[in-house]
């Protein structure tokens, strides 16, 4: 499971440090893409509660920087 996922996470990953290195910014689509690939794998592990805190905290600390 944990391979799969690292498998769907990682090509997001690499076009957002290439972009970044490039251009010095991340694009949105490759946060989504993480995000939605996290999302379905703690749904498919059945960590959707501590995912979504997990997802909220991240939420929260993004508004205060």
Same mark, same amino acid.
């Given at each position: 499971?944990? /391979?799969?996922? &690292?498998? %769907? !996470? *990682?090509?997001?990953?690499? #076009?957002?440090?290439?972009?970044? =290195?490039?251009?010095?910014?991340?694009?949105?689509? /490759?946060?989504? &893409?993480? %995000? !939605? *690939?996290?999302?379905?794998? #703690?749904?498919?592990?059945?960590? =959707?509660?501590?995912?979504?805190?997990?997802?909220?905290?991240?939420?929260?600390?993004?508004?205060?920087?």
């Amino acid at each position: 499971m944990a /391979t799969l996922l &690292a498998l %769907a !996470v *990682a090509p997001p990953l690499l #076009a957002a440090c290439l972009f970044d =290195v490039r251009h010095r910014i991340i694009p949105d689509w /490759t946060v989504v &893409a993480v %995000a !939605v *690939a996290g999302l379905a794998g #703690a749904i498919l592990s059945q960590l =959707v509660v501590g995912a979504l805190s997990a997802a909220f905290a991240c939420l929260l600390l993004g508004a205060l920087a």
